[in-house]
T-cell receptor, first 113, second 110 residues
Framework: DAGITQSPRHKVTETGTPVTLRCHQTENHRYMYWYRQDPGHGLRLIHYSYGVKDTDKGEVSDGYSVSRSKTEDFLLTLESATSSQTSVYFC????????????FGPGTRLTVT | GQQVMQIPQYQHVQEGEDFTTYCNSSTTLSNIQWYKQRPGGHPVFLIQLVKSGEVKKQKRLTFQFGEAKKNSSLHITATQTTDVGTYFCAGRGNDYKLSFGAGTTVTVRA
């Protein structure tokens, strides 16, 4: 497996609290992505990054923000968590030199009560 | 961006039987990728198809890219219990982002 870690792996939080998920890679890949996975929806792109400090919105970005201050780290923040954000969150990386195939982290299971 | 539809959502297969999952895009794709996710795991890259009409095989798995580069299929022969999981197709347009289908979740009856 590619060198991708996510932290925390599991989190339970209350509605209205801020939450930050971290993705760390050791592959020096240029592109990083945050997805959420919900039954019946597959993987939906939240935000992505195409370089340090370069980020853009995906298809389900409302309520989420991201930051990338270093190549290896990509942070996803839920400013004020809602129950609809209960999901499994996956980070992925890709690189042009590897045909943009994506390597996924182990995932973070987030429950908002 | 492109929308990718995948059917069926669920596939219950008797061990030893064959099955096929299909993927269709609303727009022409530059390539299509397939991933497998085991229960409780993360998606793992299987293969990428780039050329119109391309067919690739991995042991009992056969992947095909349509002539118009808008559809793809994954055919598994002689299904085994190790094939259990969810198979996703993911289409790439003109940039580096992927649009994932909803996946086909495969269960196998021994």
């Amino acid at each position: 497996d590619a060198g991708i870690t996510q932290s925390p792996r599991h989190k339970v939080t209350e509605t209205g609290t801020p939450v930050t998920l971290r993705c760390h890679q050791t592959e020096n890949h240029r592109y990083m992505y945050w997805y959420r996975q919900d039954p019946g929806h597959g993987l939906r792109l939240i935000h992505y990054s195409y370089g340090v400090k370069d980020t853009d919105k995906g298809e389900v970005s409302d309520g989420y923000s991201v930051s990338r201050s270093k190549t290896e780290d990509f942070l996803l923040t839920l400013e004020s968590a809602t129950s609809s954000q209960t999901s499994v969150y996956f980070c992925a990386i890709s690189d042009p030199g590897q045909s943009y195939e994506q390597y996924f982290g182990p995932g973070t299971r987030l429950t908002v009560t | 961006g492109q929308q990718v539809m995948q059917i069926p959502q669920y596939q219950h297969v008797q061990e030893g039987e064959d099955f096929t999952t299909y993927c269709n895009s609303s727009t022409t794709l530059s390539n299509i990728q397939w991933y497998k996710q085991r229960p409780g795991g993360h998606p793992v890259f299987l293969i990428q198809l780039v050329k119109s009409g391309e067919v690739k095989k991995q042991k009992r798995l056969t992947f095909q890219f349509g002539e118009a580069k808008k559809n793809s299929s994954l055919h598994i022969t002689a299904t085994q219990t190790t094939d259990v999981g969810t198979y996703f197709c993911a289409g790439r347009g003109n940039d580096y982002k992927l649009s994932f289908g909803a996946g086909t979740t495969v269960t196998v009856r021994a």
